[in-house]
């Protein structure tokens, strides 16, 4: 499916995060995506992550302790509302990682809604899991 230049725009904003903490290893360049009132449902996390910081600490946390090989984002769905303000992307990804002695191979679906303030995109609340079993 072809996305419309508002949808690539957003599209384009979740790319160029996940490249920060995935393939650049700068969890910290996520201060500039995600909202000061961020929140997060993470698979890691028994608890909802409240505010941009705690976001951060813990997609940080995670990068500093795998060694990341791989990283695909696919099948992407951008759904824009509210006039043109706000944003839902869902997409599938595929992960491989070392942590411990370990190299892990996942696949999963995420799902993030934008706000557009001052004019660029910003995350406030993300949720992701890996696929059921099954």
């Given at each position: 499916?072809?996305?419309?230049?508002?949808?690539e725009?957003?599209?384009?904003?979740?790319?160029?995060?996940?490249?920060?903490?995935t393939?650049?290893?700068?969890?910290?360049?996520?201060?500039?995506?995600?909202?000061?009132?961020?929140?997060?449902?993470?698979?890691?996390?028994r608890?909802?992550?409240?505010?941009r910081?705690?976001?951060?600490?813990?997609?940080?946390?995670?990068?500093?302790?795998?060694s990341?090989?791989?990283?695909?984002?696919?099948?992407?769905?951008?759904?824009?509302?509210?006039?043109?303000?706000l944003?839902?992307?869902?997409?599938?990804?595929?992960?491989?990682?070392d942590?411990?002695?370990?190299?892990?191979?996942i696949?999963?679906?995420?799902?993030?809604?934008?706000?557009?303030?001052?004019?660029?995109?910003?995350?406030?609340?993300?949720?992701?899991?890996?696929?059921?079993?099954?």
């Amino acid at each position: 499916m072809k996305l419309s230049p508002q949808e690539e725009e957003v599209w384009q904003t979740v790319l160029a995060l996940n490249r920060a903490w995935t393939k650049e290893g700068n969890a910290g360049a996520l201060k500039d995506y995600f909202h000061k009132d961020m929140v997060a449902i993470t698979a890691t996390d028994r608890s909802r992550l409240d505010g941009r910081e705690a976001c951060i600490s813990s997609w940080k946390a995670f990068s500093d302790n795998a060694s990341i090989h791989r990283w695909n984002e696919f099948d992407p769905k951008v759904q824009i509302y509210g006039g043109g303000n706000l944003a839902v992307v869902t997409y599938y990804f595929e992960m491989s990682f070392d942590m411990g002695s370990q190299t892990i191979d996942i696949g999963g679906r995420d799902m993030f809604v934008f706000v557009k303030e001052g004019g660029k995109w910003l995350a406030v609340a993300d949720q992701f899991s890996s696929y059921p079993a099954g």
